[in-house]
Nanobody
Framework: QVELVESGGGLVQAGGSLTLSCVAS????????IGWFRQAPGKEREFVGA????????YYADFVQGRFTISRDIAKYTVYLKMDYLKPEDTGVYLC?????????????????WGQGTQVTVSS
C-alpha cells in the first residue's frame, strides 16, 4: 500500500512563503509523477502543479503565475512545493497525489494514491 505524507502547512501572512513536503513510500520513487492539489471549503479540488518522473518536467496551474515551484529529492523520496507571494485565496488543504503516468495531468481522477493533506491558511 502506497503512503503519501504531506507536511509544512501552517498560517502565514499574505505575501509570505511556505514550503510543503510530500514523502512517498513507493519504490522506485523515481518512476512516479507527483501532483499537488488543493481544496478550499465548499470548493472542488483543484490542480496546483505536478512534476513528471520523465525528465522532471514541471507543470503548473495558471493561477500559480510563477509564485510556486515544485522540485523533488529522489534520495529522500520527497517532492516539495515552494510557495511564495501567498495570497488569501491560496488558503486550503494541500494534497499530494501519485501517478505512474510520465506526463501527469490536471485531473484528480488521473492519480492513484493520495495523502491526507496539510492545511495552508493565508491571512490578509
Amino acid at each position: 500500500q502506497v503512503e503519501l505524507v504531506e507536511s509544512g502547512g501552517g498560517l502565514v501572512q499574505a505575501g509570505g512563503s511556505l514550503t510543503l513536503s510530500c514523502v512517498a513510500s513507493i519504490r522506485p520513487f523515481s518512476r512516479y509523477s507527483i501532483g499537488w492539489f488543493r481544496q478550499a471549503p465548499g470548493k472542488e479540488r483543484e490542480f496546483v502543479g505536478a512534476i513528471s518522473w520523465y525528465a522532471e518536467t514541471t507543470y503548473y496551474a495558471d493561477f500559480v503565475q510563477g509564485r510556486f515551484t515544485i522540485s523533488r529529492d529522489i534520495a529522500k523520496y520527497t517532492v516539495y512545493l515552494k510557495m511564495d507571494y501567498l495570497k488569501p485565496e491560496d488558503t486550503g488543504v494541500y494534497l499530494c497525489a501519485l501517478t505512474a503516468a510520465p506526463r501527469p495531468g490536471m485531473v484528480a481522477s488521473g492519480y492513484d494514491s493520495w495523502g491526507q493533506g496539510t492545511q495552508v491558511t493565508v491571512s490578509s
